[in-house]
């Protein structure tokens, strides 16, 4: 379903990477077993004997929540990686995300400071990046995370070239 606020008429979106979702599993991955292993703790202290509180069904009923979020949150990191999306158009760029929470964030090339490539050590390994965009306004957390690495220094020599000649005009 397309939204004429979020999808505005003649955009043609470009995705990010499909290899995104890897790096969003890794994290969910680590998130997870970090989380769901420390509230489990009491779970393991009240079978061990060691604490009295709090009573076993409750210390059962903690983690199997988290769990059952976490796996939750694993069948929407696909999704949530497709809703990823960008343009470029000839005053600024359009960053879209979001399947329920849908957004579209429109930065203007005049506004951009600098821009910003970063790379983790799984997306190293995938050869992705994240293009973060600075702008005047401390609020805006613009960025695009997953794309290839050639596509994010293209990206960031061409908005910086693109902010530089709008920032000349003014």
Known sequence: MHTVA????????LRVSPKYVTVRLVEWAIRNV???GLFSLPLLFVELGWWKWPPLWLAVAVP????LLALWRLVLIPRQ?????????DDDLLIRRGIFFQRTMVVPYGRMQFVDVTV????RLLGLCTLKLHTASAGTNAHLPGL???EGARLREQLSARGEARLAGL
């Not at 983790?120 to 997306?123: K, S, T």
């Open 6 to 13: 979020i999808d505005p008429p003649g955009i043609q979106w």
């Open 34 to 36: 970090i989380t769901i």
């Open 64 to 67: 199997t929540a988290f769990l």
């Open 81 to 89: 990686v497709r809703a990823i999306g960008y343009a470029e158009r």
């Open 120 to 123: 983790g050590p799984v997306e």
């Open 148 to 150: 290839p690495a050639v």
